[in-house]
């Protein structure tokens, strides 16, 4: 099951719905898990980091769609021509894509499986979202390895969207020049993305 993200705190809250223009609002409560014995500090710190990990889960998925996309126009351009500039071309820049995006079927990462040296968005996004299951299973403080781990696994997806951008500037732009002095239609350059994990 994919972590769902964070609960709500315990705490009043206002909903507000509009349908057809009409505006509802109503008050609820949240109370806390009376089953929960932990420090009331406990809570927040706990958010905070459910907060950022899911933020981190969302960013890498959401970084990985356009850098799939691009790797799937990127292969059809070679697709049955191996001998052309174009096709070489278009197969190294595939197999540099392939490093950065991975595979969403095959590439996702075990738990028991060691952590990867070279990370690509698909082990980030899984990363991710086993650092959430952890910390859904009960109330609980976030220790200090938990908070490193979330740390390490920020910083790696700001380096993987650090690799892509610096893709999209050097590569793709060779890429499109090469394509423009072929006669080929250019690749759109997809936009770059500024959030990554929330603070």
């Not at 206002?14 to 806390?32: C, E, F």
């Not at 951008?165 to 997809?190: E, I, K, M, W, Y």
Request: charged share 20%.
């Amino acid at each position: 099951m994919a972590p769902e993200g964070p609960l709500a705190l315990p705490g009043v809250y206002t909903i507000r719905l509009t349908v057809d223009g009409k505006r509802y609002t109503q008050t609820i409560t949240v109370r806390a898990d009376p089953r929960s014995h932990v420090a009331p500090a406990a809570l927040p710190a706990q958010h905070a980091l459910l907060t950022r990990l899911s933020s981190g889960l969302r960013a890498s998925w959401a970084d990985f769609k356009p850098v799939a996309q691009l790797r799937g126009a990127v292969t059809r351009l070679a697709a049955g021509d191996t001998a052309s500039a174009v096709a070489k071309a278009a197969k190294t820049l595939a197999a540099k894509l392939d490093s950065l995006a991975g595979d969403s079927l095959s590439d996702a990462r075990e738990l028991w499986q060691p952590r990867p040296t070279a990370w690509s968005l698909v082990d980030l996004n899984s990363e991710f979202a086993f650092e959430l299951d952890a910390q859904d299973n009960a109330d609980h403080a976030p220790t200090q390895a938990m908070l490193a781990l979330a740390r390490s696994s920020c910083e790696e997806l700001r380096k993987a969207v650090e690799r892509w951008r610096q893709f999209v500037r050097a590569d793709l732009a060779t890429f499109n020049r090469l394509l423009s002095s072929h006669g080929v239609a250019t690749l759109a350059t997809p936009p770059a993305r500024e959030a990554l994990c929330a603070p």
